[in-house]
């Protein structure tokens, strides 16, 4: 399967523990994308990365959030601290730089209990 | 912060009947995106619009792109059981073109 993944696919947790979350983009594409998305809501921008350089982070972002893309291929999105409102799908989504067109990965489900 | 305004939010419509969702924008938009999101999966991207006034076609979604740039359709005709989902617009962000925001959806429910 060539397509984007994500592990895990769902995280339960209890508040104030910190997660981590891992996504592996289309191999040939530079551009990584997470999105955060509740029910009934479109998904949410979170932050975006092209190779390694992380280009934007959303103003809604907490600072309990981070995330990395070292090598510019697989990026991590870690939650420190969780808070009850963190409950929510984090989608990853990857594309070719140039290409407006985002191949997103199944999602990570996280639940803080 | 930057928001799209996509209606209706639900929609429930007997199989075989057509399907209609309308996007709109504040600004002019350079493109937009069309996605759908299955029940329990994820957004899968169906088609961008660029051109003004442009008519696109995926067997029965037929899918328009305002002449101002301010607005777009996507319309289904015939529905079926397999078109139930969750139909996302988005466009560009007003800052950074490489990067979209999405709007609610609209939920089509195919009702046998």
């Known amino acids: 399967d060539t397509g984007v993944s994500q592990n895990p696919r769902h995280k339960i947790t209890k508040r104030g523990q910190n997660v981590t979350f891992r996504c592996d983009p289309i191999?040939?594409?530079?551009?990584l994308y997470w999105y955060r998305q509740t029910l009934g809501q479109g998904p949410e921008f979170l932050t975006y990365f092209q190779n390694e350089a992380q280009l934007e982070k959303s103003r809604l972002l907490s600072d309990r959030f981070s995330a990395e893309r070292p090598k510019g291929s697989f990026s991590t999105l870690e939650i420190q601290r969780t808070e009850q409102g963190d409950s929510a799908m984090y989608l990853c989504?990857?594309?070719?730089?140039?290409?407006?067109?985002?191949?997103f990965g199944p999602g990570t489900r996280l639940t803080v209990l | 912060g930057q928001q799209v305004m996509q209606i209706p939010q639900y929609q429930h419509v007997q199989e075989g009947e057509d399907f209609t969702t309308y996007c709109n924008s504040s600004t002019t938009l350079s493109n937009i995106q069309w996605y759908k999101q299955r029940p329990g999966g994820h957004p899968v991207f169906l088609i961008q619009?660029?051109?003004?006034?442009e008519v696109k076609k995926q067997k029965r979604l037929t899918f328009q792109f305002g002449e101002a740039k301010k607005n777009s359709s996507l319309h289904i005709t015939a529905t079926q059981t397999t078109d139930v989902g969750t139909y996302f617009c988005?466009?560009?962000?007003?800052?950074?073109?490489?990067?979209?925001?999405f709007g609610k959806g609209t939920r089509l429910h195919i009702l046998p």
């Open positions: 619009l660029v051109k003004s006034g």
């Open positions: 988005a466009e560009p962000s007003m800052n950074r073109d490489d990067k979209i925001i």
């Open positions: 989504a990857s594309s070719k730089q140039g290409v407006h067109e985002q191949f």
């Open positions: 191999s040939e594409h530079n551009r």
